[in-house]
């Protein structure tokens, strides 16, 4: 038999590969790939050269495989063989694979060279630690460059939600909570993970650590009446997009029992989890792809750099059997710790119910890639019933602005068609006519984020419409909120 390629002209590199990716991704238990035809043949015996021939060919597929190789003869042709490799579908779990330093794919009926984006994807999935964005080591992320306030401040919050043992609260330095909380390893480096969730600018040294939010005129993107970028860690961004949506969507208020009940436009919680999911969930590969938030007149839209894990669908995640499969644990885990999700696995499910129940459109999921698009319809569109427009933004107008701690002010509480609305502000003052703890608030606004009704509720009216019960302790348990009277 002569050169492999020579004596079977159709099993070039590219179909070798090609099969073996087939094989690599059947269902069947074992597999087997033959090379070789008697019209192909010239010579009239398998010789040690042609064994070797075959032998330096499996050589060069990577990750190296076992397989079994057997030379059949043909019974109407003495002299002449098949080659039949054998392979058991159990022992291809290393994957993808290449051939002679190059990897391939099947397009239709074809083969071709894989992309390298799509290489390094199933890199990442083959082995997700080992490839993973969040647990690398950097360098260049030092101590200077973390905000120890909101790593101490994500430490106590856990301790008090009972999430950090209670043990940790003698840690001061900030490289031991940071290994507390999984972002820095033991031998000093810190990792990407730490500089997303806590660093004082990480899109200095991660460009995509940002968040887009806009919106626009009317149901496109034609005309926008808002629109800025978020670059500070993802606890910033997490604000930015709750304030963003309280200052864009509509309340509206009814009257139930004692108190008026008030209702946004979309759910609070839908608006929290899929915030969360859009940060925890997303990938960090590509410096090209950031997530965004779309308000319409119509609809909201999260839109996420990411995917589903391979072979599922949003659907196995409204199962709670499942669980969670976060893109990030790192990052997952620390929100899960600090107190800001509630709970693993049931974003999707939450936010389904709650916009069942407040008698919405079923949300809509598409991977689009490289997003993965959330949208929830509204009941009635957010100009319905407002008859004075409101002034447009011109188009050359394009503001890049991180939200900071003086933004949130009572000017930012505002929301559109104040003649429907009664603020969650004046609920609160009116609530507080006797003194009432962060929790009870909390319960009567129907919000679980005790940090968030603090921040944008309570705060910006100390000293105004409200005073602390201990104003020398601010911080203790006991702590309760009472209207100024005028």
């Given amino acids: 038999?002569?050169?492999?390629?020579?004596?079977?002209?159709?099993?070039?590199?590219?179909?070798?590969?090609?099969?073996?990716?087939?094989?690599?991704?059947?269902?069947?238990?074992?597999?087997k790939l033959c090379f070789g035809h008697p019209k192909y043949f010239r010579s009239s015996n398998v010789t040690d050269n042609t064994r070797q021939e075959v032998a330096n060919a499996i050589r060069k597929i990577e990750p190296a495989i076992d397989v079994e190789v057997e030379y059949v003869e043909l019974?109407?042709?003495?002299?002449?063989?098949?080659?039949?490799?054998?392979?058991?579908?159990?022992?291809?779990?290393?994957?993808?694979?290449?051939?002679?330093?190059?990897?391939?794919?099947?397009?239709?009926?074809t083969t071709a060279l894989m992309p390298r984006q799509m290489y390094e994807e199933r890199l990442r999935i083959s082995n997700p630690q080992r490839f993973s964005w969040?647990?690398?080591?950097?360098?260049?992320?030092?101590?200077?460059?973390?905000?120890?306030e909101l790593l101490y401040q994500t430490l106590h919050n856990g301790i008090g939600s009972r999430r950090i043992h209670a043990s940790a609260m003698t840690l001061q330095d900030p490289m031991k909570i940071m290994l507390k909380l999984g972002v820095a390893r033991k031998d000093g480096m810190i990792l990407n993970a730490a500089n997303v969730l806590f660093g004082k600018e990480p899109s200095l040294l991660h460009p995509q650590c940002k968040i887009r939010l806009a919106r626009f005129e009317g149901t496109d993107k034609r005309v926008f009446r808002d629109q800025t970028v978020c670059e500070g860690n993802l606890f910033e961004q997490y604000d930015a997009v709750m304030d963003f949506c309280l200052k864009h969507l509509n309340l509206s208020g009814r009257m139930d029992s004692k108190f008026r009940q008030d209702t946004l436009t979309v759910p609070y919680e839908a608006i929290k989890e899929a915030t969360i999911n859009m940060l925890c969930h997303r990938s960090w590969n590509a410096e090209n792809t950031t997530p965004?938030?779309?308000?319409?007149?119509?609809?909201?839209?999260?839109?996420?750099?990411?995917?589903?894990?391979?072979?599922?669908?949003?659907?196995?995640?409204?199962?709670?059997?499942?669980?969670?499969?976060?893109?990030?644990?790192?990052?997952?885990n620390v929100f899960y710790r600090r107190g800001t999700?509630?709970?693993?696995?049931?974003?999707?499910?939450?936010?389904?119910?709650?916009?069942?129940?407040?008698?919405?459109?079923?949300?809509e999921i598409k991977v689009v890639p490289p997003f993965v698009n959330l949208t929830i319809w509204f009941k009635h569109s957010l100009t319905w019933g407002v008859k004075t427009s409101i002034p447009q933004v011109e188009d050359s107008y394009t503001p890049s602005h991180t939200p900071s701690d003086d933004d949130f002010t009572s000017s930012h509480n505002e929301i559109h068609n104040q003649s429907n609305i009664i603020t969650p502000?004046?609920?609160?003052?009116?609530?507080?006519?006797?003194?009432?703890?962060?929790?009870?608030?909390?319960?009567?606004?129907?919000?679980?984020?005790?940090?968030?009704?603090?921040?944008?509720?309570?705060?910006?009216?100390?000293?105004?419409?409200?005073?602390?019960?201990?104003?020398?302790k601010p911080n203790s348990q006991n702590q309760k909120y009472v209207s100024i009277e005028k």
């Fill in 292 to 332: 965004s938030l779309a308000i319409y007149d119509d609809r909201i839209v999260f839109q996420n750099p990411g995917s589903f894990p391979l072979g599922m669908t949003w659907q196995d995640f409204v199962n709670e059997h499942i669980g969670s499969l976060p893109a990030n644990p790192t990052i997952a």
């Fill in 341 to 363: 999700m509630e709970a693993w696995g049931r974003g999707i499910g939450l936010i389904m119910e709650s916009c069942r129940e407040q008698v919405l459109p079923t949300p």
């Fill in 134 to 148: 969040e647990n690398t080591p950097n360098s260049e992320i030092t101590v200077d460059d973390i905000d120890t």
């Fill in 425 to 472: 502000q004046d609920k609160v003052f009116e609530f507080c006519k006797s003194p009432k703890s962060i929790v009870e608030i909390a319960a009567m606004l129907g919000v679980n984020d005790r940090r968030w009704v603090r921040k944008k509720y309570i705060a910006p009216f100390i000293g105004t419409k409200l005073q602390m019960t201990i104003p020398d």
């Fill in 1 to 31: 038999m002569t050169n492999l390629k020579q004596a079977l002209p159709h099993a070039n590199s590219s179909i070798f590969t090609c099969n073996f990716q087939t094989l690599n991704l059947c269902s069947s238990e074992h597999s």
């Fill in 75 to 109: 019974p109407d042709k003495p002299d002449n063989y098949v080659i039949a490799i054998y392979f058991d579908s159990n022992n291809f779990k290393n994957g993808p694979y290449s051939f002679d330093g190059r990897a391939f794919y099947k397009v239709e009926s």
